[in-house]
């Protein structure tokens, strides 16, 4: 994990608040996966917080696509803001064939 990379998780009516801070690798991707997996499953919406992200690996992004994309739907379950949503929003990811 990038040394400064950190989830804070907090719930509220329609969902869970996953804040991002640091930096985004691919262990860093790795721990934001099993932290919504961790989430009860019937959850409507995962909201992530980038604003405080500060460099993102495009490694960790890669690794962060390609280990949401089998989850079953999960990844439409995710809604991404901040300035950094558009990065990690999982709306612009194609696998490449």
Do not use: Q, W
């Not at 990065?87 to 490449?96: C, D, E, G, K, T």
């Amino acid at each position: 994990m990038a040394s400064d990379f950190e989830i804070s998780i907090d719930r509220h009516s329609d969902g869970f608040s996953l804040k991002l801070e640091g930096d985004f690798d691919a262990t860093s991707a790795y721990e934001l996966v099993y932290a919504i997996k961790k989430l009860p499953e019937d959850t409507p919406k995962f909201y992530i917080y980038t604003n405080g992200l500060k460099d993102i690996s495009p490694f960790g992004l890669d690794v962060f696509h390609r280990c949401m994309r089998p989850l079953n739907g999960l990844s439409a379950k995710l809604v991404f803001t901040g300035d950094k949503s558009s990065r990690l929003s999982m709306v612009n990811f194609r696998l490449a064939s």
